[in-house]
């Protein structure tokens, strides 16, 4: 709910679920207060029936300026590991559980700031709407945000990553958010990790 009592994205859904009339819809919501000082909404994108749903937690400075999610330097990590992992990307649809950009400023620049809890849950019917639309076999989840939005607040990624899980008519597989493969000490190692689990997701019934 925000500061002026509404409750979440749901009052914004629109009555024809498709991607476009979702998409256009997104564009109004005011769901929570991040809409206050991003530049504009992210919403997913992709075809309307993918065999993959990538969700990570929210857009980036770059992705909040252009309009598109997964097209910073993250989205450069993420399109090599699914090159490398055999996953096409015409069978992908990506967004986040967040659609709006969430940051502190700190001079002239915007500093990337975690969404609350209460932010991920008013954004939720949203990224319903999306998995109800698109009906995905795979979802891979991408890091600690989206999968407790969509996994339960208990999940661990540390603990369960690569593990395929249900999650409604679909299997998901949990890894870390491709950022956080450029914030490791070892680029390297987290690297390799990372395509690992889309390598799970790319094995999985459904998917191969």
């Known amino acids: 709910m925000d500061r002026d009592g509404n409750n979440g994205a749901a009052r914004f859904l629109p009555g024809r ?28 994108e992709g075809p309307e029936r993918a065999t993959y749903v990538l969700v990570g937690e929210q857009p980036g400075d770059q992705e909040d300026r252009r309009g598109h999610p997964f097209v910073g330097p993250a989205g450069r990590v993420l399109d090599q590991g699914l090159e490398e992992a055999g996953i096409a990307r015409e ?20 500093i990337h700031q975690k969404p609350t809890a209460a932010e991920v849950t008013a954004c939720r019917p949203w990224l ?20 407790q939005a969509l996994l339960g607040r208990t999940f661990r990624v540390t603990r369960h990553r690569g593990e395929p899980v249900p999650l409604g008519d679909a299997l998901a597989v949990a890894t870390i958010h491709p950022s956080a493969v450029l914030r490791a000490p070892d680029r ?3 690297y390799a ?8 997701a790319a094995r999985l019934p459904g998917a191969a």
């Open 91 to 110: 069978d992908v649809y990506v967004t986040n559980a967040v659609k709006h950009f969430s940051f502190q400023l700190r001079g002239k620049r915007r």
């Open 188 to 190: 390297d190692a987290a």
């Open 193 to 200: 990790g990372f395509l690992d689990d889309l390598r799970v």
């Open 128 to 147: 319903d709407a999306e998995l109800a639309v698109v009906r995905p076999e795979v979802v891979v989840v991408l890091g600690a945000t989206a999968a």
């Open 17 to 44: 679920l498709d991607l476009g009339a979702l998409r256009e819809a997104a564009a109004c919501c005011e769901g929570c207060d991040l809409f206050r000082n991003a530049t504009q909404t992210v919403f997913g």
